[in-house]
T-cell receptor, first 118, second 109 residues
């Protein structure tokens, strides 16, 4: 149980295009989803937290107009990188938790999306 | 927020060796977790260990909350243990996880 599916696993795009990444909870209701970014050989950095039906809360230094997050249902959150540039190339990871899991500080992680912007 | 430092940053060992990875955190954390990130990027939770000691096969972990550190022990290393090990914690009442700097472990056959 508690599977989080992230799609696509890899995407290559041209500079200036927008890319959408999906994060789905397959067998539980994800009241909260988290989006992380990981640059090569670095740690995971939290970008934003999204609660179903609410606007996402972005961490300091993360541009909300650049990284659009939508959490319209209890099983799906999307991250759209708008007008992507080479410096946006990174590994993006989502995680999710339901009320019971989050009460124990448990998050379930997706497999990540490797974005390469040419 | 909390700061989480891990040591060593890199570790290269022969298959069969034992290793100890350390995680220091700057403030009291609600729940300390250890993760293994495989070469494809997938994060796998190894332990939830706010305090005390837990064991799972060749892996064990100890957290001394009063001294703000945790240790991950890997015994009889195998090549499949290679990857990056992260610890992560969150402050009381805050669901946001802060990840440590990571230890990159390479097991040589």
């Amino acid at each position: 149980g508690a599977v989080v599916s992230q799609h696509p696993s890899r995407v290559i795009c041209k500079s200036g295009t927008s890319v959408k990444i999906e994060c789905r909870s397959l067998d539980f209701q994800a009241t909260t989803m988290f989006w992380y970014r990981q640059f090569p050989k670095q740690s995971l950095m939290l970008m934003a937290t999204s609660n179903e039906g609410s606007k996402a809360t972005y961490e300091q230094g993360v541009e909300k107009d650049k990284f659009l997050i939508n959490h319209a249902s209890l099983t799906l959150s999307t991250l759209t990188v708008t007008s992507a540039h080479p410096e946006d190339s990174s590994f993006y990871i989502c995680s999710a938790g339901g009320l019971e899991a989050l009460a124990k500080n448990i998050q379930y992680f997706g497999a990540g999306t490797r974005l390469s912007v040419l | 927020g909390i700061q989480v430092e891990q040591s060593p940053p890199d570790l290269i060992l022969q298959e069969g060796a034992n290793s100890t990875l350390r995680c220091n955190f700057s403030d009291s954390v609600n729940n300390l977790q250890w993760f293994h990130q495989n070469p494809w990027g997938q994060l796998i939770n190894l332990f939830y260990i706010p305090s005390g000691t837990k064991q799972n096969g060749r892996l064990s972990a100890t957290t001394v909350a009063t001294e703000r550190y945790s240790l991950l022990y890997i015994s009889s290393s195998q090549t499949t243990d290679s990857g990056v090990y992260f610890c992560a914690g969150n402050l009381w009442g805050n669901e946001k996880l802060t990840f440590g700097t990571g230890t990159r472990l390479t097991i040589i056959p």
